[in-house]
Structures are given as C-alpha cells and as structure tokens.
C-alpha cells in the first residue's frame, strides 16, 4: 500500500503514475483489457493543463455495494464520459475504484477520479484539470445471512478510511465512513448506504466540507443476454457552506465473462451538484495471487 501513499504524497500525477504501475504489473489473467492506458492519458494530460483555484465543486455521493472480493482478487473499474457540472462541463478520463481482496470478508477499496474541466459559462470546452480527493477505505463485511449462493439474505457491512487531498486547492487529510445494509436474493442485491463525512477544504483546520450522505444502490439481473440493470439514489446534507445534493444514476451492466463486465448509465441531478451525464464503463478482474 505504500506506493499509493507515496503517489498521493507527490500529487497527482504521481499517484496516478502509480495506479498505472500497479495495474500493468499485476495483468495477469484478461490480456485483450488494459486499464493503463486510460492512467497514461489522465497522467499525460495533467501534466499539460493549468490548476483551477475557483469556488470548490463538491463531487457526487455514489453509493456502494456489498461485494467483496476473494483474498487475492483485484477488480478495476473504470468509467470514462461527459457529466454537466453547476456551472460547467467536465470530462472524466479516467472515475476509477480499484478493489483488492485482502483477507475474507476484507477488502481495500481505492477511490479517485481525474478530469478536465470547462469554463463556468457551459461551454462544451475543457482547459483545466479538476481531479477529485482519493478515499482510500477498507471495506468490511460484518454479517452475512445467506446459507448458499441461491438463497436470500440479510448482510451488514461497512466503509471507512481517509480522504486524501488531491483536489485542486485541497489541503487536510478528510475522513469518510459508511454503514452498509443489504439484500440480496440470487443474483440481485439492494444496499442501504448510511454515513458521514469531512473533506479536504480550503484551510486544514476551517472551511472543512462535512455532512451526512444516504443512498441505495440496486443491482437486478434481467436473466437475458447476461444483462443486468443498475441504479442509484444518493443524497447528500452538508454542515458547512455547501449546497445539498440529490441524485440518481440508471443503466445497464453487460458481464462479458465472470472477469469482465461493460456498463452504460446515466446520471441526473435533482437537487444541487451535477445536472446530468453518461458514463461508460469498463470492470475487469485480474487474479494478483491465490
């Protein structure tokens, strides 16, 4: 793990030089999907842009599954697309969460994304960078009903772990944590989100971001051509300064192969944050060690 702290310690651009590093070293069982590719670019074009110093964009709340991958297990998934701001445009190359597998019911979740960023006017131009802070959380699975894989069940289980300031003008290490209730049946699941949290903000000890965040994340296979139908509903109340956000997410998940999975959602804005985007996805899995 100490490679992510270094990345995360050197900005940006190094933290994502890491990831790339990581991914390519480790491509052990899906040749034909590379994530690094889309790593290069973000890292490449970063280094060409200008940092923005504006009033702060607040990135959604996603909510979260209960999956958890066996010890060993690395999934990627990658999202690339157009999503309109408050104000502005902005185009993500790569919204990326790497999780890892540590020990069973254990796993080691990695969350950041890198965009360019148009101007506050709407136009459909991007001239600066706008990376998102980094949660980096262990994922716990606490409670699990389920007898065998064809029954339904009742699990509990959690997120939680620091916020890296990568955001432009982010200074303080932030702290996110989430309680996770689901129910699955099959192949379905639908999981409660529950939390809180404080971000970097301008100042290390004032003008802190901080509130708390729900949602329910929904997954229902269609039991036709491996497709199944996912979405979301997040909201987000803020202590501090920041408007309240409402949102939700609507799409389809192709699984290509039990490693590889393509996705397409999305997203509309109902109160405050973004207004509406498409993203597409991309989630292999690659087996680092047994």
């Not at 999956?67 to 999934?75: I, R, S």
């Not at 136009?123 to 606490?142: I, S, Y």
């Not at 920041?242 to 699984?255: F, I, N, P």
Request: charged residues 20%.
């Amino acid at each position: 793990m100490s490679f992510w702290l270094l990345g995360a310690a050197c900005g940006p651009p190094a933290l994502l030089s890491s990831l790339a590093g990581a991914i390519g070293a480790n491509s052990c069982s899906l040749t034909s999907v590379r994530a690094t590719p889309f790593l290069a670019i973000a890292a490449a074009s970063f280094a060409l842009l200008p940092r923005e110093s504006e009033a702060r964009r607040r990135p959604r709340f996603e909510p979260t599954d209960l999956e958890l991958e066996p010890e060993g297990a690395l999934e990627v998934d990658l999202q690339v697309g157009a999503v309109r701001g408050e104000a502005a445009w902005r185009l993500f190359v790569p919204d990326i969460e790497l999780d890892l597998g540590l020990a069973p019911n254990v796993e080691l979740d990695i969350d950041g994304a890198y965009a360019v960023e148009g101007p506050d006017d709407g136009r459909f131009t991007f001239d600066h960078a706008a990376p998102e802070n980094v949660w980096v959380a262990a994922k716990l699975g606490l409670y699990d009903s389920r007898e065998d894989a064809s029954s339904s069940a009742w699990s509990i289980g959690a997120q939680l772990g620091p916020k890296l300031p990568v955001g432009n003008d982010a200074h303080g290490i932030g702290y996110e944590a989430l309680l996770l209730v689901g129910r699955t049946w099959g192949e379905n699941h639908v999981v409660l989100n529950l939390g809180a949290l404080i971000d970097p903000g301008a100042h290390i000890a004032s003008d802190r971001p901080a509130g708390v965040q729900a949602g329910v994340d929904v997954d229902l296979n269609l039991d036709w051509a491996n497709l199944s139908w996912v979405a979301e509903l997040a909201g987000v109340h803020f202590f501090s300064a920041d408007s309240d956000q409402l949102s939700a997410t609507a799409g389809l998940t192709w699984a290509a192969n039990a490693d590889l999975d393509f996705s397409l959602v999305g997203l509309l804005g109902l109160a405050g944050g973004d207004r509406g985007g498409i993203l597409l996805g991309v989630s292999p899995k690659f087996a680092l060690w047994k």
